[in-house]
Nanobody
Framework: QVQLVESGGGLVQAGDSLRLSCSAS????????MGWFRQAPGKEREFVAA????????YYADSVKGRFTISRDNAKNTAYLLMNSLKPEDAAVYYC????????????????WGQGTQVTVSS
């Protein structure tokens, strides 16, 4: 049974940082690309960042490029999203996902999803 569990969300002020973690079990973690998506109230889920299984390639939404960093530790079966210079518009539920497709920016390409962690940013 595959499980992805996000943690690290919370309430912060604009300009602060947070690091989200996604702990995976029940799959060969090193074989999967990992992605982070977010969904704000009343909005569709959107791509945030992704990293290939090899860690060689990373991808970011334009809105977070230069502020967010995705990484992974295959030995710990964990992916991370370091979020710096947070803005109120970054507030959302953040989801991690695992998939084997090369289309890492598309949510339907992912096979497994976590339950999400809430990020709230006050101005």
């Amino acid at each position: 049974q595959v499980q992805l569990v996000e943690s690290g969300g919370g309430l912060v002020q604009a300009g602060d940082s947070l690091r989200l973690s996604c702990s995976a079990s029940g799959l060969t973690f090193s074989s999967y690309a990992m992605g982070w998506f977010r969904q704000a109230p009343g909005k569709e889920r959107e791509f945030v960042a992704a990293i290939t299984w090899s860690r060689i390639n990373t991808y970011y939404a334009d809105s977070v490029k230069g502020r967010f960093t995705i990484s992974r530790d295959n030995a710990k079966n964990t992916a991370y999203l370091l979020m710096n210079s947070l803005k109120p518009e970054d507030a959302a539920v953040y989801y991690c996902a695992a998939g084997r497709s090369l289309q890492v920016k598309i949510d339907r390409s992912y096979e497994f999803w976590g339950q999400g962690t809430q990020v709230t940013v006050s101005s």
